[in-house]
């Protein structure tokens, strides 16, 4: 299983994990409340405690950042209905209290910073406290749980219970492990995206210096014959570059992957004429479809560089997306050189520089949507290659972030036939 896969795998049993303890988290609360309240208060209880623990799942997706954990101690007080509730860091400094005695922190540094360091938990009656106010203080104990995220302690929990007693100290140690597998889980998230930065990054540099070399160089050539169209492929050459290497998002739109491939293929049209023919048919229904940045352009760059450079009379590469329902299909296609399918599994592999491999963009299709969504590729000696994804239209918590780029239209270039069937190949995970 590779590192991604092995990732999703882990974030579903960390879901899994935080659906576990918010269940047992009611059960214990729902058993509380039987003891305490008749049974038609029941209901109540547990939609409450439904209630606020949903609510403070949807407040640590961001980790322990301020607003976040003001918010989630002011609910868990209200969940746990005890006379405090407060949050530190690593460090033993308090980060956020509410409710009541709060002149009592000062006494717990001692206990906190013990919890911190034995990594377990501390339990403290008020009566080995000093208080000034001891005929009123409603506090009877302090359960202090360090919440341990991947073996390390990344804040501790006090709760400050009316009464002495086991049902305190369950009811801690259950909200307890709810934040640490919430907070595991986003620091899950983070890694996942900075494994998605890391796989992007890696794809910028496949970007073939021989390309920024003959781009330029052939830039340079019109600039005396042809000052305008000169012009007009440094902007193309500008916004390409600009879109390949933009700092922010790591999803994008069809449509703006299609412009910078646009560009890209304008660029290469210049250099290689008329042995470079284009065809773009792009479904209007499918141009809003969002999918990670950089998915197709190494498709087409492949198609440019293995498929129609080394043909010698040159030839045509297609880009055609359509409307499939929930799904959009898109591929990318060449009547260039093609390839034997026996070879395709050490295409696919690949990650040097002679061509770019096909099991990254696998890899990052399965990262995104599942693992029913790979290529296919269509293949044969003298043929031409075809390479078609699916990818579906909605994706939850899939958004792009792009900045705004030139319209440069996108249609057909040419009106050549498409190729002949050829022998297909799938391309595993």
């Not at 709060?102 to 990594?119: C, E, Q, T």
């Not at 000093?130 to 804040?155: Q, S």
């Amino acid at each position: 299983m590779d590192a991604v896969s092995g990732l999703l795998t882990t974030q579903s049993v960390v879901a899994f994990s935080a659906g576990a303890c918010l269940v047992a988290l009611v059960t214990i609360l729902v058993v509380l409340v039987r003891r305490r309240k008749p049974s038609h208060a029941v209901d109540e209880a547990v939609l409450e405690a439904v209630w606020v623990m949903s609510k403070a799942q949807v407040d640590l997706r961001d980790g322990l950042v301020q607003e976040a954990t003001d918010k989630l101690v002011t609910r868990l007080l209200r969940l746990l209905k005890c006379v405090a509730v407060g949050i530190s860091d690593r460090e033993g400094t308090l980060l956020s209290w509410d409710g009541e005695a709060n002149d009592h922190y000062v006494d717990l540094v001692g206990p906190v910073g013990s919890a911190i360091r034995r990594k377990s938990r501390e339990v403290v009656s008020h009566d080995k406290l000093p208080c000034d106010h001891r005929g009123n203080c409603r506090m009877r104990t302090a359960v202090l749980m360090p919440i341990i995220v991947d073996d390390e302690v990344e804040a501790v929990l006090l709760v400050l219970g009316r009464t002495k007693g086991k049902r305190i100290v369950q009811m801690a140690d259950t909200v307890n492990r709810f934040i640490s597998t919430q907070l595991h889980a986003a620091k899950l998230e983070d890694t996942k995206h900075q494994l998605q930065q890391a796989e992007i990054k890696a794809l910028r540099a496949q970007i073939s210096p021989h390309f920024v070399y003959n781009a330029l160089n052939t830039i340079s050539s019109l600039i005396r014959t042809d000052p305008e169209e000169a012009r007009e492929l440094l902007q193309d050459f500008a916004d390409f570059t600009r879109y390949c290497f933009r700092a922010e998002g790591t999803f994008t739109t069809l449509s703006e992957e299609l412009r910078n491939i646009d560009r890209y293929l304008t660029i290469e049209g210049a250099r290689y004429g008329a042995r470079l023919n284009v065809r773009l048919k792009i479904a209007p229904e499918v141009q809003s479809v969002v999918l990670p940045f950089l998915l197709i352009q190494p498709l087409v760059e492949n198609a440019v560089k293995h498929g129609i450079a080394g043909k010698p009379g040159g030839g045509t590469v297609t880009v055609t997306a359509h409307d499939r329902g929930p799904e959009a299909e898109i591929s990318v296609e060449d009547d260039g050189v093609g390839m034997d399918p026996a070879l395709l599994e050490n295409m696919r592999d690949s990650s040097g520089s002679a061509h770019i491999g096909l099991s990254g963009i696998n890899r990052r299709m399965h990262q995104v949507y599942d693992q029913r969504y790979s290529l296919m590729v269509e293949t044969a000696v003298g043929a031409g290659m075809k390479v078609t994804m699916r990818v579906p239209k909605f994706v939850r918590h899939v958004h792009p972030d792009m900045p705004n780029y030139p319209d440069p239209s996108v249609g057909a270039r040419s009106r050549r036939d498409l190729p002949p069937a050829r022998t297909s190949a799938p391309v595993g995970s």
